[in-house]
Nanobody, 130 residues
Framework: QVRLVESGGGKVQTGGSLTLSCAAFGFSLDYEAIAWFRQAPGEEREWVSCSSSDGSGYYSDSVKGRFTISRDDNKRTVTLQMTDLEPEDTAMYYC????????????????????????WGKGTRVTVST
């Protein structure tokens, strides 16, 4: 059974840092890209970052230079390091994947649409206060 489980959310002040993790179950992470999305209250879900199967990282303009995505295929985990956090980063953060795609999608679309994803975690909440 495919499952994605996020962890690491919390509350921080402006300028603080958090590291989110996405644990993958039910499939081999080695050949799959994983994406992070976020959704603020009253807003649409938006793409944040993705890690392609070769380890390349891609970012939305709003987080580029502040967030870093990495992966450990042996630990079946994709990590999103978030620094210099701003109140605008407050949202529920989700990891997602398409799985078994015949065409690459991470690094191809900017922004990446949530409709491309087939599997989602339940999310982890990030709150940044002033």
């Amino acid at each position: 059974q495919v499952r994605l489980v996020e962890s690491g959310g919390g509350k921080v002040q402006t300028g603080g840092s958090l590291t989110l993790s996405c644990a993958a179950f039910g499939f081999s992470l080695d050949y799959e890209a994983i994406a992070w999305f976020r959704q603020a209250p009253g807003e649409e879900r938006e793409w944040v970052s993705c890690s392609s199967s070769d380890g390349s990282g891609y970012y939305s303009d709003s987080v580029k230079g502040r967030f870093t995505i990495s992966r450990d295929d042996n630990k079946r985990t994709v990590t999103l390091q978030m620094t210099d956090l701003e109140p605008e980063d407050t949202a529920m953060y989700y990891c997602a994947t398409k799985l078994y795609s015949s065409r690459p999608w991470c690094g191809v679309y900017n922004p990446l649409s949530p409709s491309v994803m087939a599997y989602w975690g339940k999310g982890t909440r990030v709150t940044v206060s002033t």
